[in-house]
């Protein structure tokens, strides 16, 4: 697995992570830092999130995300 993105929210990571599976691409979140049942407790995480997809999935998954988060 390959880091692709850090999403700011576990909101923004979980969009990510649906259009990611909705293009064929299997993806995770994990908090940079915390505990993740502060996800549970607050409902969302202050943390950031990194997305990893596999490496035969990273070249796909870099243009979608980056199509909806270039600047």
Known sequence: MVNIFVAKTT???????????NNGS??????IAGSPSMDWYMGSSVYCQDIFVDERDEEKALELVSAFFSK
Not at 11 to 20: K, S, T, Y
Not at 26 to 31: I, M, P, R, V
């Open 26 to 31: 299997y993806a995770e979140k994990e908090s």
């Open 11 to 21: 909101q923004e990571a979980d969009l990510i992570i649906g259009m990611l599976k």
